[in-house]
């Protein structure tokens, strides 16, 4: 027996033991997930044991350092403790932009005592973060960004505002663009800090959108005492990390073309479509979703071979505007197809039976997913320059 496979036992054995049976089920709504926090709000016991069991052992971060939080499993391991946790159907213990941006974010760039700080605190669940970079005038040319961070000998005073602020209304922390020098050109000038949402100055109004349910907010800085040492990098050379951070950021909305837990859009579309003898009943809908599974399967070993490029030293950050897109479309097909294949019940809003309009809210919710972290369009254009050397326009 191989390590591997002698581990995957290992993995398979602690799941089915430690894996709560309620954690094996589809999230009902958004509050279904975990976010965890410095006053976190579990909706159950069963998820509460779950973030701490896999806390502890480091997986909820498995392949950062031990001494940050993390697992310190190599890439092969971590990819055997996702395929075990797909078998068994298990949810992801914390759901965090800790994890998918600002961690990665901060091992690079980030000094020993920052890390020491913010990663265990990541990978336990302790400190929920949310992201200020866009802003009114600065969304798609995020460069352009104004929000402003004054020298005062022991600290910077913020000012500014940022908009899209996803859950800026219940995180304790966020990581936010500011710009420290404004003689300087607009790619330069700007700093990478990190502070406490529960400073004075900081203040957040919701964004409504069509699904009814919104993570987005305005977030407004006055006079907000930001200390020295939170500064991640080096002062005015933020947009280094700011891109670093984006390329995690798009990579993790395009993974949600590939994120699929509980049953398949066949077996959820013949509960409503009907089948003959195991077969989906409807043929029309029957190819669509064929079609979208074998897609499904080219885009997963599409981001394989990147991990494994990236392995290699072969990568390139303008790869993660292929994942983003494609994985952006995915998830907008899997939504339209669950619409589908749900018929007029499909369509209901509130109420018990649908979970408060689950299906219909989210399939309007995808739709922002060819938006939020770049447009659609810009990620095209990225492809086109500087993976496919087409000519400016």
């Known amino acids: 027996m191989s390590d591997l496979e002698q581990f995957r036992g290992e993995v398979r054995s602690w799941l089915e033991k430690n894996c709560p049976p309620e954690m094996r089920r589809p999230s009902l709504n958004e509050d279904d997930v975990c976010w965890g ?3 976190p709000s579990f909706q159950s016991d069963a998820q509460r044991v779950w973030l701490e069991r896999m806390g502890e052992r480091g997986w909820t971060v498995p392949e950062w350092p031990k001494q940050y939080g993390g697992g310190g499993l190599t890439r092969e391991e971590a990819k055997v403790l996702r395929e ?6 298990c949810r992801a213990a914390l759901t965090s932009f800790g994890i998918w941006m600002l961690g990665p974010a901060l091992l690079k760039y980030g000094s020993e005592a920052q890390k020491r700080k913010y990663l265990p605190e990541i990978a336990r669940g302790e400190i929920r973060w949310c ?3 866009s802003e009114p005038n600065a969304g798609s040319d995020l460069a352009s960004l104004q929000t402003k961070a004054e020298d005062k000998a022991d600290h910077f005073l913020v000012n500014g505002q940022k908009i899209w602020t996803s859950y800026a209304d219940r995180a304790d922390w966020i990581f936010c663009l500011v710009r420290t020098d404004f003689a300087a050109k607009k790619h330069e000038g700007i700093s990478f800090l990190l502070f406490d949402m529960a400073s004075p100055g900081v203040s957040t109004t919701p964004i409504s959108l069509i699904s009814g349910k919104s993570p987005f907010c305005q977030t407004f800085f006055h006079d907000v005492k930001v200390p ?7 002062r005015n050379k933020g947009w280094e990390i700011a891109k670093y951070l984006l390329t995690h950021e798009r990579e993790s909305i395009g993974a949600f073309g590939i994120t699929q837990i509980g049953r398949s859009l066949g077996e959820l579309a013949a509960e409503t479509v009907g089948h003959d003898d195991g077969v ?6 029957r190819a669509k979703i064929a079609e979208f599974e074998v897609d499904g399967w080219c885009f997963l070993l599409s981001m394989q071979r990147a991990a494994d490029m990236a392995k290699a030293g072969q990568g390139s950050g303008a790869y993660s505007s292929v994942l983003k897109y494609y994985g952006a479309e995915l998830n907008k097909r899997r939504h339209e197809l669950m619409m589908d294949g749900g018929g007029s019940d499909a369509l209901e809003w509130e109420g018990a039976r649908s979970h408060d309009g689950k299906a219909a809210r989210e399939w309007l919710r995808s739709k922002a997913n ?3 972290g770049g447009t659609s369009e810009i990620q095209l254009n990225i492809i086109a320059k500087r993976l496919l050397g087409l000519p400016g326009a």
């Open 84 to 89: 075990e946790m797909a078998r068994l159907h």
């Open 228 to 234: 020295k040492g939170n500064l991640v990098g080096e």
């Open 280 to 285: 989906l009943a409807d043929p029309l809908l």
């Open 370 to 372: 060819s938006i939020e």
């Open 131 to 133: 992201q200020g970079y």
């Open 37 to 39: 926090g410095r006053k």
